[in-house]
């Protein structure tokens, strides 16, 4: 992956994300078969590795949950 390329990942409640030092990217559920489906996602984040730096980023895309039902959240909401 070059230095400013970004990947997609769409990660569901259950997953487990793994990201090496090398910037491999591991999503755990073999059974997701709705990857590409932003809707049938959780979160959907944006990763790019600079290897010159050794730095990995995570950017939030657009919230996916529907928050219009609080004012404010609360631990548990």
């Not at 090398?22 to 709705?34: F, K």
């Amino acid at each position: 992956m070059a230095a400013s390329d970004e990947m997609k990942i769409v990660m569901q409640v259950g997953n487990e994300l793994r990201i090496t030092k090398d910037g491999e990217v591991i999503v755990s559920n073999p059974e997701l078969e709705l990857a590409q489906d932003d809707n049938a996602a959780d979160a959907v984040f944006f990763y790019k590795f600079n290897p010159s730096s050794g730095e990995h980023s995570l950017r939030l895309a657009d919230p996916v949950a529907d928050h219009k039902h609080a004012k404010a959240h609360r631990r548990g909401d």
